[in-house]
């Protein structure tokens, strides 16, 4: 079996050949030197074992450095002829553990099959992002919406002068009306579709996918808070690889390694972070109800025993720690990690509103099948067409920006590494991620509301976040309301934290239509509040009995004003 891969990735520049059938070709090995180790046989060089693995492995793959070790240093040396007895002495137990982790045959990996389905998949993602927006931007950053596109950019000029525009990196600087904001979302929503259903080898990809990230860039960069989300900036960078993209090694790995750094620094954050819940494994106790946007179905879950939510938080950690190392592994122990990520998205996905997060997840683990997984795959590009100069550029660039920021993570600050990232994080090329680092344990929620005389309050109610105690969870994902998301956030703080709030009650009471359009119904049959204030509460699951009794999903109790009544000077 391993020979066979060896001849694949050698082609004509070794000979393989049973000893059996050529030993009088080479009257100077015996043949229990053959039974004991593969021997290498060049004009004026002869080696066996170990060093004939290496000797091999250079020549075909251009790297000597296992070869240099072997050579320079007798301790490895003695290691892996240790290693290769090992093997060699147990070949009955190597065949059933290749067997087990590369599958029938040990096969070159090539990438044709899962890198279209990888570009179409990134793509359709790319649709929902920019629809999801477009379908709010006017409320959120337009003329008339909460934080004015025009606005912030003109702070930003003001405050950072020519720099303004490596701070902020947008197509927006050469214009922000409504009409340019919308015709970037519904614009890359165009884009993205052509990418969805181009061929599997148009020469149009890189262009593309290029306009999408900065398409994309530019919603980040003028969207402000209401884009800067981890999943918007995972899309960033995912995107970013999609554009040099090709079905070689190197460049398929990025992709592995974005994958990892994702899985592994999420997990890596709640054990940093120090979290009590993480720690003692209560932190789905609490997660099902506090989490922004949760589905029916987190109702359910979370009526579950203690002793299941404590398992479900072990298999998390354990499918954010552990399972992102199969990354790296053999074919199989790759499909095992993408089984066992699948798995963890799909749950997630069921349990709470992530928007396109989940499936973006779900589409960086197609990389991790190889055309071997897909029949009927024709012969792949080989690495030469995908220019080894820019592949070996991408990935150091890529190693560069991203180790320090996970030996970081870990409490490694590697000096002046701050300098060195940040001209890069404006781009979102390279991101650091950890989700749910820490667990909130209660859920307090904002009620907007207005009043025409200061004294009867009316409620604005808001699309999909919890308000009626007997309105259902709802399945809103892959889109995203920005706004319902924002305010869960800034229920966490006061209204001083959150300056913006202050913008929504402006807008609220302009009688801002884009703005009310956000909301799923406003007081006063569209008439212009006199007065707005917010107040809040905390939420929680009513219990399957109180459910019973009163058909509420939510039980609230009163706990204070968050944001003061206001009104208009002109008013």
Not at 127 to 132: E, L, P, T, V, W
Not at 345 to 373: E, K, W
Not at 442 to 466: C, M, N
Request: overall charge positive; aromatic content about 16%; glycine content about 6%.
């Amino acid at each position: 079996m391993w020979v066979s891969y060896w001849h694949q990735r050698a082609g004509d520049r070794v000979e393989f050949a049973p000893w059996q059938s050529s030993l009088q070709r080479f009257p100077g090995i015996t043949p229990d030197q053959c039974r004991r180790a593969v021997q290498w046989i060049a004009p004026q060089r002869q080696a066996s074992g170990a060093e004939a693995v290496f000797l091999i492995f250079a020549l075909i793959t251009n790297h000597a450095w296992l070869l240099w070790l072997y050579q320079k240093s007798t301790v490895f040396a003695s290691l892996a002829e240790g290693a290769y007895s090992l093997v060699a002495t147990h070949r009955s137990t190597g065949y059933r553990l290749t067997r087990l982790l590369w599958g029938q045959s040990v096969q070159v990996s090539t990438y044709l099959r899962p890198i279209l389905w990888f570009r179409r998949g990134l793509a359709a993602i790319y649709i929902f992002a920019f629809a999801s927006f477009g379908m709010q931007a006017r409320g959120l950053i337009g003329e008339n919406g909460i934080l004015p596109l025009g606005i912030y950019l003109g702070v930003a000029k003001a405050q950072l002068g020519s720099a303004a525009l490596w701070r902020v990196p947008s197509l927006f600087w050469w214009g922000h009306s409504d009409y340019i904001i919308l015709s970037i979302a519904w614009g890359g929503v165009a884009l993205a579709f052509l990418a969805l259903v181009a061929r599997s080898r148009s020469r149009w990809y890189p262009a593309l996918f290029t306009l999408l990230f900065v398409y994309y860039l530019s919603l980040v960069s003028g969207g402000q808070l209401f884009m800067g989300y981890q999943w918007d900036f995972l899309l960033l960078e995912a995107g970013f690889l999609a554009i040099f993209l090709r079905p070689s090694k190197s460049r398929v790995w990025l992709l592995h390694w974005l994958l990892f750094r994702l899985l592994f620094e999420s997990g890596l954050a709640k054990l940093v972070s120090h979290d009590a819940t993480w720690h003692n494994l209560t932190a789905l106790t609490f997660h099902y109800q506090t989490q922004p946007l949760p589905t029916p179905l987190a109702w359910f879950v979370h009526q579950s025993p203690l002793w299941f939510q404590k398992l479900s938080a072990l298999t998390l950690l354990a499918v954010e720690l552990v399972v992102p190392f199969l990354i790296f592994g053999p074919r199989r122990m790759k499909q095992a990690a993408a089984v066992a990520i699948v798995t963890l998205q799909v749950l997630i996905a069921l349990s709470g509103n992530y928007t396109f997060f989940n499936l973006l997840a779900m589409v960086l683990c197609i990389p991790l099948f190889d055309d071997a997984a897909w029949p009927g795959v024709s012969q792949a590009i080989p690495e030469t067409s995908a220019r080894p100069w820019l592949s070996r550029a991408l990935v150091a660039l890529v190693l560069v920006l991203s180790v320090p920021q996970l030996l970081a993570m870990a409490g490694y600050e590697i000096p002046a590494s701050a300098d060195l990232l940040e001209p890069f994080a404006r781009l979102g090329i390279v991101n650091q991620y950890g989700l749910f680092a820490t667990m909130t344990t209660t859920r307090p929620e904002i009620q907007v509301e207005g009043s025409l005389d200061g004294e009867h309050w009316e409620p604005y109610v808001f699309r999909y976040k919890p308000g009626p105690l007997n309105r259902a969870p709802a399945w809103v994902a892959p889109f995203q309301p920005r706004l319902d998301w924002q305010m869960w956030f800034a229920a966490l703080q006061t209204f001083k934290e959150n300056p913006w709030f202050a913008r929504l009650a402006v807008a609220l009471l302009q009688g801002s239509a884009p703005v009310n359009d956000l909301f799923a119904q406003t007081p006063f049959g569209g008439m212009r509040p006199k007065f707005v204030r917010a107040t809040v509460d905390l939420y929680r699951f009513t219990t399957p009995a109180e459910r019973a009794r009163t058909g509420n999903w939510w039980q609230r109790e009163p706990h204070g004003m968050y944001f003061p009544p206001v009104s208009l000077r002109a008013q």
